[in-house]
């Protein structure tokens, strides 16, 4: 049997579908693994051309592969769905993958590093806070609301609500014990949130890019920080440009 050139991979948790063709188009590979014999199977292989569906754990594989010495490009799943030609199935994905990998105009998303994929970790983790925090807070003017203390609208103003819910004397005991467990509850989010933010700040000063983009304005460190995490690593011909572009 000839050797492939080029295979389209489709990954899950567990089972791991194949399909690969030789330097004449044909298929030559199509088969399903499991973990750790799709990962013999890829460092006996020589260097092939891998295409892979951009997905959380879709990095991991790649720069596993990479470090077998094959290519690996990663297709966002919207430009691979156009190449599906039957059902849509482990095998017709790894088929559809094998094609789209050779498309010119295809598109494709830059292998993160695991120091990159860390730092996008910061960012979701940072996302999930303020959403808890918001719930909390929202959480808390309603329960405030029913007992008719009121305060004005703003994140700025939810502490000297908690402040004043918290001195009011006329309220029931329980609710009272109700609205300290949420008041720590909303304090220690704030102090993990801080943690993180602080993460984002210290990102931001050893950043190049993100200090670029945080000189255009009406972005600030955080924004620009995040922004950076999500931009792909470019060449320094690029980013300079990047930076050309943002000082207009």
């Known amino acids: ?5 080029r295979i389209g991979m489709d990954t899950s948790k567990s089972v ?41 754990s879709s990095h991991h594989w790649a720069r596993l592969l990479q470090s077998f010495g094959h290519e690996v490009k990663l297709i966002p799943p919207q430009y691979v769905k156009a190449y599906v030609k039957r059902g849509k199935n482990d095998a017709a994905d790894a088929e559809a993958l094998c094609e789209a990998v050779t498309r010119p105009s295809m598109r494709f998303v830059p292998v993160k590093s695991k120091e990159r994929q860390a730092a996008c970790m910061l960012m979701t983790v940072r996302e999930r806070l303020v959403s808890v925090k918001s719930q909390l807070s929202n959480a808390f003017r309603s329960y ?17 609500l908690i402040k004043r819910v918290l001195e009011d004397d006329n309220l029931p005991e ?17 102090a993990r949130l801080a943690k993180i933010e602080a993460k984002l700040m210290k990102w931001h000063r050893e950043d190049d890019v993100s200090r670029r983009i945080a000189t255009i304005p009406g972005v600030g460190p955080i924004g620009s920080s995040m922004q950076s995490m999500k931009a792909p690593r470019r060449r320094r011909s690029d980013q300079a440009a990047t930076s050309r572009l943002g000082s207009d």
């Open 1 to 5: 049997m000839n050797l492939p050139i």
């Open 16 to 56: 791991f579908q194949l399909h690969g063709v030789d330097e004449n188009e044909a298929v030559v590979v199509r088969r399903q693994f499991r973990r750790a014999e799709m990962i013999r199977y890829f460092e006996r292989l020589p260097p092939v051309l891998v295409a892979i569906e951009s997905c959380g």
């Open 144 to 160: 405030a609301a029913e007992f008719g203390i009121v305060g004005p609208a703003g994140r700025q103003n939810v502490t000297a």
């Open 174 to 190: 329980m609710a009272r014990d109700l609205f300290r467990l949420q008041a720590e509850e909303y304090a220690a989010v704030e």
